[in-house]
Structures are given as structure tokens and as C-alpha cells.
């Protein structure tokens, strides 16, 4: 073959290989490397060695790329193709593998150009071995890479991010000449280190030397102004990109739509999405999430469903937003439809989208369907096992609760394992709500003597609760006096239930009096009040208490009860006739309380809260919205099918005493979601134990 065919030949192969790298076809490749061979023979040239080393290790085909290195004489190994190894063992996430690479290529002395030294810091970043960073920046001020501005850009990202910030911040102040690139990293880790301040300071001070910003720059920005709550800020910046024509580019638009969100402007992020020119699919990702992070629940669902309207695929971070959107809204039923779609689009197995099925059955109620989640998830992080512990500890199974907590801080030597904050809240909560005192105050004091974990607000309250549920309220009110940080509204809140559950009305009095100092506006406080009065007997204070809040211009929130019945969402309020089927609900409820009172069932009449006759007091009990739902329930739901209420309030002891008998009289099992937890009830028997 002539010499200027072999030339043309070997341009061409190459240019073919590098196409299979772009479309990240295998077949593509190898197919092409089979024609090398036939052409070329097995010896190949250097340029035509490190095309290949590279499609093989970018393709994720790492035992290839190294058996082609082997076959590689070593005279032809040049920098480039060592490199060609490295970069595609850490695009591929095999760091490790890429490390050993490097040692290898510096047994055969070559030397790292300012292509390798990007990738070896990237390595070290991703495995946190920052003294690996530090040796690699050393040599790359002996070899003098430092001075180019990628290097050094890299270098600066691997200190951020590996909590070495002073380093970081000498190194940034070090370098020459840096590109917005290095801007945007500057800016993009002090968001991520908890520094948002220090992030706008950054993009002021890129300003005043004269830099362009970017559309990365931009969302960088927006997410410091969101951390931070700087929506002035963020809104000066939005009439900024307005003005320059920024504002169409839909990465920008996204960032804002984002930035909105976090900053509780929801009719801000609504407006930027509706005028966006072209949508793509981090766009609905983002709009998902602002309405789930308002709390807007079904919202979050109706843009998930129009996004799948307009063939958007599924990802991981859309999915996990929607899944936390049915978590608050009790939506078992619309969750494990978004299940079937996880597994369908294969992202099942990301640790996001597990820790989020197992958040959301965990929040649902059903904690068989939460175990199989967590248990099925290829790679598990702290996140996982917080949502179990979770959902241990919204089901009342507090036994079960420590059990996995042990388990976590049996593994110490995994340091994803060593329980966080959340871990505690989790944890202390199941101890309350299990009656679990004592192993309760002693996971307490070892947050801060074994962990050094300051115990918070969250703690405190779960404290208090759990020792006010125990009867120790005293104990309760003593800690509260002791405590290092000001007591919160959910602090005192936990001590009022406390004292209403064991009758303290003058602690009571002194929790409330907190309370309608902190937040005068709310009825719920008052209305504890005025019932814990009320059911110890004392009308004059019950009235008192009401009239004050009448005087007060304050009004008691609309207790309601709802389930969905063939995904129609059924609404009821105490003494409801409204509903279209009332007349067979009153006959269901006549007929379970005849049942019932044969049963053994006696109406909790001291509760009711007005001085009456016991009979109207009977009466007024029959009325409460959870009974309707319920009796609602079983004459529309198939026998056996399981009943799932929601609550907004905290269910009362009658009810619950009641749901229980029916729960054997119709041989159903019954779920109850109120403000507080879960309450499963078959067979007579309620998961809480009676403790709650």
C-alpha cells in the first residue's frame, strides 16, 4: 500500500474512532479497531494506539483499554496516551484505578502535562483524600503547570471541596490569571461550604476586575442569594439579565425558576416558567421542586404528570421531588405509581430515587413497602438509612427504630454511617413515642459526649415530648429551664400536650402563656387550653380561654378528615352531611355503634368539651370528621381493601378507642394519618401501643 493511502487510511480510522467516543457506541468501535487490525496488523502507530486507548477507557471499557496499553510498546507510551487512560477512568468514576495508573506511568518516567493534572485532582477530590491533592500540586508547581489556568483551577476546586479552604482561598488569591471558569468554582464552593455571603462577595469582586460572566456565573449566583435568603439580591440580578438579554437562555431561566423557589416566592417561579421560550428537562425539574418545597404537594404532581404529557423522561431529581410531594401528601396509591415509572426509566437503583421511595413509603404508612425500598437499593448512604429510621419512628415501632440504630453506629468504620443530626431527631422521636425513657435520655447525652452533636431545638422538643408522654413533666419543665438555647414554639408545644394528656393545669398554663407570646396568632394553643380546662372541669377557665381568643379576633382551624376513593379525594368536617351519600353514612355509623356498645365500647363522654348532658356529649362525640371518613370508607371500598385516613388534627382518645372496635368488628385494617403520626389499627389493636 502507497505511503500517501496509509496516511489517508490512518486519518480516517482515527477520525472513526473518535466518532464512536461521540456517540458512545461500542459496537461503532470495535468494529472499527477490527478494521485497524486487518488493515494495519496488530502493531499500530502512536496516533492511532491512543485513539484507541482513549474510545476503549471513555466507553467505560476499561480491561480493553489496558490490554491495548500492554500491547503498546513502551517507546511509543508517550504522556498523551497515559493520559488517554486516566481521563476516561475518571470520567467513568474509577478513580482509584486511575490513580494506580498515574504511579504506573511515573514508573516509566513520563511526566504529567496540564491535561493529566485536572484528572488527578479530580480523583482526589472524589475520594477525599485531600493529601493526595496536595502531593499532586507540588509537583505540579515543580513541573510549573501551576501557571496554567485550568491546573490551577482544578487544584483550587480540590481544595474546596475537600474542606480545605484556607488552602483554597491562598491558592485562588495565588493565581495569575484567572477565567471565569475559575470565577464560577470560587463562587460554586462557597455556596456548597455554607458561605453564600462569601459567594456574592466573589461575584461582586469579578465584577470590579472586569470579568464577563457566564450562564453558569448566574445560577451561581442565584444559588448563593437562595441559600443565604438574599432575595433582593437574587431580584436585582433578575432585572440585571432582563436588561442584558440573559434572562432567555434557559439554563439562566432555570436558575431563576430555582432561586424563586427556595426563596418561597412561588408566583415568581411560576411566572419565569410560563414565559420561558424553550423548555427542557431541568426546567420541569425545577418547577417540580419549587412547588414541592412550598409545600405544595399536588401542584408538584400536576407538573410532574404535564411534564410526562409532553415526553420528558423521568430523572433522578425530578422523580425524588415528586416522591417527597406525595410523602406530604399521604399519596400511597399516586407514589407507587411513580414507583412503577422509577423502574421503568432503570433509575430505581440511584441512591437518590431509593432514599426517596423509602422517605415516601415510610410517610405513607406502609412500612413493609419503606423496608423493601431500603432493603433492595444496590448502595445505601446515611440519607437511607435516616428514612428508615423515619419511618420507624412515624409507625410508633420504636423497638424496631433502636434496632437499626444500633446497627448504624455498630459500623463505625464506615464513616457515611456515623449518625447526623437528622439520626437523633429520628431516634429520640421513636423513644417518645415508644415510651422509652431511659435508653431515650441516654442516646440524648451521648449526641454531644460521643458524637460531638450539639443537641438543637428538635432534640429538645422530642425530649421534652417524650418525657411528658412518660407522666415526667416536672422533669420536662426542669429541662426546658436548663436548656442552653432559648425554648421554641414546638418546645413549649410538646410540654401544653404533656400537660393536657396528665391533667398539670398550672404547668399547662405557664407552657401557654409561652406560647401565645411566641405565636399570638395561633388557635391551636389556645384550644389546648381551653380543653385541658374542660376536661378537668374548670368551665370557667375553658370559657374564659375561648372568649379571649374570640376578643382576640382568633379562630379555631376546621378540623377535617379526608381518603381518596378511586383517586376522587373525599372531604369531611365534623357533623358533615353534606356529602351526596350521606343518608348510607348516618345508617353506617348507626350501625357500627350498636355494634360496637355490644362490643364492649364505652364513649369517652369526660372528653367532650362543652358542659352538657352526657347523652348530647355522646352525641357530639358521634360527629367527629375521622368517624365519618371512616364510615364513608367501608361503604365504598371493596371488603378487605385497607382504609387510609388523613387527619389535620391530632385524633382524639374516643375516636381512637372507637376505630379499634371496628377495626375487629369489620375485619378490616385501618390506617389513621393525623398531625402528629401514624395509627394502624387491626384486630382491636392500634400500633401505638395506646401510647401516643
Excluded at 475 to 503: D, E, F, N, V
Amino acid at each position: 500500500m502507497p505511503q500517501r493511502n496509509v496516511f489517508i487510511t490512518t486519518k480516517t480510522l482515527g477520525s472513526l474512532v473518535e466518532s464512536a467516543v461521540q456517540t458512545r457506541s461500542s459496537l461503532l468501535g470495535r468494529a472499527t479497531h477490527a478494521k485497524i487490525v486487518k488493515a494495519l496488523g496488530l502493531v499500530l502507530d502512536a496516533v492511532l494506539s491512543n485513539h484507541l486507548i482513549n474510545m476503549y477507557s471513555k466507553l467505560d471499557l476499561p480491561n480493553s483499554a489496558r490490554v491495548l496499553m500492554f500491547l503498546t510498546p513502551v517507546k511509543l507510551r508517550s504522556v498523551v496516551t497515559w493520559t488517554a487512560l486516566i481521563s476516561g477512568y475518571v470520567q467513568n468514576g474509577h478513580f482509584v484505578a486511575a490513580l494506580s495508573q498515574f504511579f504506573s506511568m511515573q514508573r516509566e518516567f513520563v511526566h504529567p502535562n496540564d491535561f493529566t493534572f485536572p484528572c488527578l485532582f479530580k480523583a482526589s477530590t472524589s475520594l477525599q483524600v485531600p493529601i493526595l491533592g496536595q502531593q499532586f500540586h507540588s509537583l505540579a508547581v515543580r513541573l510549573g503547570f501551576i501557571k496554567d489556568v485550568f491546573v490551577s483551577c482544578s487544584a483550587f476546586d480540590m481544595y474546596s471541596k475537600t474542606g480545605l479552604v484556607s488552602d483554597a482561598e491562598r491558592l485562588f488569591d495565588e493565581i495569575p490569571e484567572r477565567n471565569i471558569a475559575t470565577w464560577n468554582a470560587c463562587i460554586s464552593n462557597s455556596v456548597l461550604n455554607g458561605r453564600p455571603s462569601e459567594g456574592v462577595f466573589k461575584f461582586v469582586q469579578l465584577l470590579r476586575d472586569g470579568e464577563t460572566p457566564n450562564s453558569i456565573t448566574f445560577c451561581a449566583f442565584l444559588n448563593a442569594c437562595a441559600d443565604g435568603g438574599f432575595l433582593k439580591l437574587g431580584q436585582q440580578l433578575h432585572g440585571c439579565l432582563i436588561k442584558g438579554g440573559h434572562a432567555t437562555d434557559v439554563s439562566v431561566s432555570n436558575g431563576l425558576v430555582d432561586f424563586y423557589g427556595k426563596c418561597q416566592r412561588i408566583d415568581f417561579s411560576e411566572k419565569v416558567f410560563e414565559n420561558m421560550r424553550v423548555l427542557n428537562g431541568v426546567s420541569w425539574c425545577s418547577m417540580v421542586a419549587a412547588y414541592e418545597q412550598n409545600d405544595l404537594g399536588e401542584k408538584a404532581c400536576m407538573m410532574f404528570l404535564k411534564a410526562r404529557r409532553t415526553r420528558v423522561e423521568p430523572t433522578d431529581f425530578m422523580v425524588s421531588s415528586v416522591l417527597s410531594a406525595c410523602a406530604g401528601l399521604a399519596a400511597l396509591e399516586a407514589g407507587r405509581v411513580v414507583h412503577g415509572l422509577t423502574v421503568k426509566a432503570c433509575i430505581e437503583g440511584n441512591v437518590f430515587v431509593g432514599s426517596a421511595l423509602v422517605d415516601m413509603y415510610g410517610k405513607c404508612g406502609s412500612i413493609e413497602d419503606c423496608e423493601a425500598a431500603f432493603y433492595e437499593m444496590p448502595r445505601r448512604n446515611l440519607i437511607c438509612w435516616n428514612a428508615l429510621l423515619g419511618g420507624y419512628a412515624h409507625q410508633g415501632h420504636a423497638d424496631m427504630a433502636l434496632k437499626l440504630f444500633m446497627e448504624m453506629t455498630a459500623n463505625r468504620d464506615n464513616e457515611k454511617l456515623t449518625p447526623n443530626f437528622l439520626t437523633f431527631v429520628s431516634v429520640l422521636t421513636a423513644c417518645s413515642r415508644g415510651g422509652i425513657v431511659d435508653v431515650g435520655m441516654e442516646i440524648f447525652d451521648s449526641m454531644s459526649v460521643k458524637y460531638g452533636i450539639a443537641p438543637g431545638a428538635e432534640h429538645y422538643a422530642c425530649v421534652v415530648d417524650m418525657l411528658g408522654r412518660a407522666g415526667q413533666v416536672e422533669r420536662a419543665y426542669l429541662i426546658i429551664r436548663k436548656m442552653p438555647i432559648q425554648p421554641t414554639i414546638s418546645i413549649w408545644g410538646a410540654l401544653l400536650g404533656a400537660c393536657k394528656l396528665h391533667g398539670n393545669q398550672e404547668l399547662g398554663k405557664i407552657a401557654a402563656d409561652n406560647l401565645f407570646e411566641l405565636d399570638p396568632q395561633d388557635s391551636g394553643n389556645h384550644v389546648i387550653l381551653s380543653n385541658m380546662f374542660a376536661g378537668a372541669g374548670r368551665w370557667n377557665e375553658a370559657n374564659l380561654v375561648r372568649k379571649e381568643m374570640k376578643d382576640a379576633g382568633i379562630k379555631k382551624g376546621a378540623g377535617c378528615s379526608w381518603l381518596s376513593v378511586k383517586n376522587i379525594v373525599h372531604v369531611f368536617q365534623a357533623k358533615d352531611t353534606s356529602h351526596s351519600r350521606n343518608s348510607e353514612i348516618q345508617a353506617m355509623l348507626a350501625k357500627l355503634k350498636k355494634e360496637m356498645k355490644a362490643s364492649g365500647y364505652i364513649p369517652a363522654t369526660n372528653l367532650a368539651l362543652f358542659d352538657v348532658e352526657d347523652e348530647e356529649k355522646e352525641s357530639e362525640l358521634w360527629c367527629h370528621s375521622e368517624k365519618i371518613a371512616l364510615a364513608y370508607g367501608l361503604i365504598s371500598l371493596p371488603p378487605g381493601v385497607p382504609i387510609r385516613i388523613n387527619k389535620n388534627l391530632r385524633v382524639c382518645v374516643d375516636c381512637h378507642s372507637a376505630i379499634k372496635f371496628i377495626s375487629r368488628i369489620v375485619q378490616r385494617e385501618i390506617i389513621v394519618r393525623d398531625n402528629n403520626r401514624f395509627h394502624r389499627f387491626k384486630d382491636n389493636q392500634c400500633s401505638c401501643g395506646d401510647y401516643w
